[in-house]
């Protein structure tokens, strides 16, 4: 039973005849005997996703069948409709191999027909444990700011009509976001530095043990002035 909330499941195959596994929502019935879905009941209104296999959705209105790839959406006073394509899975290979600052938030191709993306992060060797799950209104990644640094298993879905989450894209990513890099407070930034001998200062970093400087005459750190540990 599904009284709120939402859940996703992979059902393996009955070998029992005529054995299924159910989920009941005050919106519907979703049935199955195998299949990777999702269902979701936000007030009275139940979302199924099939992933996978085949999702019988029903309530007293009459019945509708998912095929992979598709969803619905129904509320209890009405029948289900014909079921509606997932959104693609969103394109992750921009995305860096690591990254070095947090809160992640990091933009990505847009999806056509999306309103949303959820982004989940957990970790690579428990991909059961969710450490961060938030939403989008752009088409970023986004992440809690407290995620410790590792290796997390990335699962990033769009979202469309009726709230249908779509096909999630998956890639391994990895945090190295410690120690946090130093505040700088001298001199401020983008101003002029006249005096015959220049200090340059940054904020005490919390479990910084030292710090490596570098100066240079360009941008991309090519024509270097001064290195110092």
């Known amino acids: 039973d599904l009284l709120r909330g939402q859940v996703e499941n992979v059902v393996t195959p009955s070998t ?11 919106a519907a019935v979703a049935a199955v005997r195998g299949t990777d879905f999702r269902i979701a009941l936000d ?22 069948r998912l095929q992979a790839g598709t969803g619905i959406a129904t509320a209890r006073d009405e029948r289900p409709g014909r079921p509606l394509p997932l959104l693609p899975a969103p394109a992750l290979d921009a995305l860096p191999e690591r990254i070095e600052r947090l809160p992640v938030r990091l933009r990505i191709e847009a999806v056509e027909g999306a309103a949303a993306y959820r982004s989940r992060f957990a970790p690579r060797d428990r991909p059961g444990v969710l450490a961060s799950d938030r939403q989008s209104n752009t088409a970023e990644v986004v992440g809690n700011a407290d995620l410790p640094d590792g290796r997390y298993q990335l699962k990033v879905r769009a979202i469309g009509a009726q709230g249908l989450g779509g096909l999630d894209a998956v890639r391994e990513i990895e945090i190295d976001a410690r120690p946090e890099p130093p505040f700088p407070m001298s001199p401020a930034h983008e101003t002029a530095a006249i005096d015959e001998r220049i200090a340059f200062a940054w904020a005490q970093t919390p479990d910084a043990h030292a710090y490596h400087f570098e100066l ?8 270097q002035i001064l290195r110092q540990d």
Do not use: C
């Open 16 to 26: 029992i005849g005529g054995r299924r596994f159910q989920i009941e929502t005050p």
């Open 43 to 64: 007030a009275d209104r139940m979302r199924a996703e099939t992933l996978s296999g085949e999702v019988a959705v029903r309530n007293q209105r009459g019945e509708a």
């Open 216 to 223: 240079a005459g360009d941008a991309g750190f090519q024509n």
